[in-house]
């Protein structure tokens, strides 16, 4: 079937720029606003399907309510005057990681880890929305000058339902594909129920393959594939890249794992896992454990429930012998009044409490414990608020406290490096001439990642001559993302019993959505009060 020149009216085709197994894309031109766009048409062979077209124009709507930065967007979907449904999308410029790795070769362990990181933030979206990507493979991950962009979300699982749904070849070729095989986790290899544990897996063979130049699984035929790829343990990571830190293989072997439930629970999860694995390679290499091919194997096999415990505690002593390391190296402490300028700086703050080897054994920190801690670090002033912090790396510490001389009021987040506490975040709170003012702070899980929010609250005790409270300010941070967003309110000058507010620039994104509602929430309480 011909692609009519214009679709919807209003998108012009331009050319085709890439083909797949259930569809094709191309580019196109809004004709009203004149900016690219990418078209996917459903083959004919599926639009002819009902059941099949419906559950396309369904996962579009599903995906249209992504809206990650990472992720390329939904504008819009329909059908063509032939029955035949299509999706506009975002149009995203870059080089996919594909052909980035064809010319470049393998990578550095800090760019794989980069990388990752980055489609971790995408699928921790995109689980929490209850969409699994499904299809995870280097021509669907854009590497652009915004950053890391994942593509073509959610497709194959339209077609998990198809009756053809057996169907599967690396290349592109007609037929139902649901994933690459060689990117396939093991329950979808077997036609098994699938949910996020999938895509980590597939997240484990993108990182094995920017480190080793190549997928851990590679035959010519697809059904070899398939098969390895459910019932073979993958050649040892530290085999193939000798200089890659081998707590960062041993990260990538646990997204291999044959078991869904060995492989860590959540994209964070996964996160936090590479993330860290690079953070303990700066340990001096005799301190680290032998070759672990040993340990993969076990950790693949998962035959009874004592062979998978005797596993788990194998790692754990790994990683506790890792942590008690890093610990080690930590030195002196410095306070944060001896900072000569306004930003926070980096400091120490050893804790009074015997520091465990393992993270898992840590004991609660206290609300007293913190705030002893916070207080010791503050050389010129004093601390007003302290409170407990859940973050990827652990119990934080998140203090108010007022700098002297001059009284100006900051935040700042410590959270645990080995024995002790260093700051690595904060904010000024006393900013605009916000000065007197009486300053809170809050935790709460606003994403609801399963980590804590903080939001800072600031009230200046002087009301009008009307009986308004006057002026509030809001501050809040996000530990992950170490990003400040924040909200000024203060009556209208002209109009009663409204506020006026001013937000932060980078509250207007759509990343920020659920922080700029939190904020919201808090400032305009009363029924009568409008933004």
Same mark, same amino acid.
């Given at each position: ?8 009216? %209003? ?39 009902? +059941? ?18 990472? *992720? ?6 329909? %059908? ?35 990388? @990752? ?22 021509? #669907? ?19 998990? #339902? ?66 390895? +790829? ?13 200089? @890659? ?13 044959? #078991?869904?439930? #060995?492989?860590?629970?959540k994209a964070a999860d996964a996160r936090a896992l590479l993330e860290g694995s690079i953070a303990r390679a700066k340990i001096p290499a005799e301190l680290l454990p032998s070759p672990f091919a040993a340990t993969i194997a076990a950790l693949d096999a998962g035959s009874s429930a004592a062979f998978r415990s005797a596993t788990i505690f194998v790692l754990m002593l790994m990683f506790g012998g890792l ?33 465990? @080897? ?10 007293? *414990? @913190? ?15 302290? %409170? ?6 652990? +119990? ?14 900051? =935040? ?8 002790? =506490? ?25 994403d609801g990642d399963g980590y804590d929010e903080v939001i800072c609250t600031g009230t200046q005790s002087a009301r009008r001559r009307d009986g308004q409270q006057g002026r509030r300010h809001y501050v809040l941070y996000v530990p992950r993302s170490r990003q400040t967003y924040s909200l000024r309110v203060a009556p209208d000058v002209f109009l009663s019993n409204t506020l006026r507010a001013v937000w ?13 509602? *939190?904020?919201?929430? %808090? ?9």
């Amino acid at each position: 079937m011909d692609t009519p020149p214009v679709i919807a009216g %209003r998108f012009r085709v331009e050319c085709e720029i890439g083909r797949g197994g259930m569809g094709t894309v191309y580019r196109a031109s809004h004709l009203g606003l004149e900016r690219p766009v990418a078209i996917k048409i459903l083959k004919p062979e599926f639009a002819a399907d009902p +059941q099949v077209a419906e559950r396309f124009m369904r996962e579009a709507r599903t995906m249209a309510r992504l809206r990650h930065a990472g *992720a390329a967007m939904i504008f819009d979907a329909g %059908r063509l005057d032939d029955g035949r449904p299509f999706i506009v999308m975002e149009h995203v410029e870059g080089v996919t990681l594909a052909e980035t790795l064809a010319r470049e070769g393998a990578f550095t362990s800090e760019r794989a880890v980069r990388i @990752a990181a980055e489609i971790c933030d995408v699928l921790a979206e995109a689980h929490s929305l209850g969409i699994v990507h499904r299809d995870l493979k280097p021509s #669907n991950i854009m590497l652009s000058e915004r950053g890391v962009r994942v593509l073509d979300f959610g497709i194959a699982k339209v077609l998990a #339902n198809s009756a053809d749904a057996t169907r599967t070849h690396a290349t592109t070729q007609s037929g139902v594909i649901i994933g690459t095989p060689r990117y396939m986790s093991p329950e979808q290899c077997m036609g098994r129920r699938v949910g996020p544990a999938s895509d980590l897996y597939s997240l484990g063979v993108l990182v094995y393959e920017m480190l080793a130049g190549h997928p851990p699984f590679v035959d010519q035929l697809p059904s070899a594939v398939l098969v390895k +790829q459910a019932a073979s343990a993958p050649p040892p990571l530290v085999a193939l890249r000798a200089d @890659a830190p081998r707590s960062l293989a041993l990260a990538v072997h646990t997204l291999l794992a044959k #078991n869904p439930a #060995n492989r860590p629970v959540k994209a964070a999860d996964a996160r936090a896992l590479l993330e860290g694995s690079i953070a303990r390679a700066k340990i001096p290499a005799e301190l680290l454990p032998s070759p672990f091919a040993a340990t993969i194997a076990a950790l693949d096999a998962g035959s009874s429930a004592a062979f998978r415990s005797a596993t788990i505690f194998v790692l754990m002593l790994m990683f506790g012998g890792l942590l008690f390391a890093w610990s080690h190296g930590s030195r002196s402490a410095a306070r944060i009044g001896d900072a000569p300028h306004d930003d926070v700086p980096s400091m120490r703050v050893h804790e009074s409490i015997a520091q465990p @080897a393992s993270i898992s054994t840590l004991p609660a920190l206290s609300t007293g *414990a @913190a705030q002893r801690i916070a207080s010791s670090a503050v050389a010129r002033g004093s601390v007003s608020d302290v %409170r407990i912090v859940r973050t990827r790396g652990g +119990q934080a510490i998140a203090a108010i406290y007022d700098r002297q001389p001059g009284g100006a009021t900051h =935040f700042c987040l410590m959270e645990r490096r080995g024995k002790s =506490f260093r700051v690595t975040g904060g904010a000024a709170l006393s900013v605009d001439g916000f000065r007197g003012a009486h300053w809170t702070a809050e935790v709460v899980d606003i994403d609801g990642d399963g980590y804590d929010e903080v939001i800072c609250t600031g009230t200046q005790s002087a009301r009008r001559r009307d009986g308004q409270q006057g002026r509030r300010h809001y501050v809040l941070y996000v530990p992950r993302s170490r990003q400040t967003y924040s909200l000024r309110v203060a009556p209208d000058v002209f109009l009663s019993n409204t506020l006026r507010a001013v937000w932060s620039s980078n509250s207007a994104t759509d990343k920020a959505h659920a922080y700029r509602s *939190a904020l919201r929430r %808090r400032a305009f309480t009363a029924p009568s009060r409008s933004l």
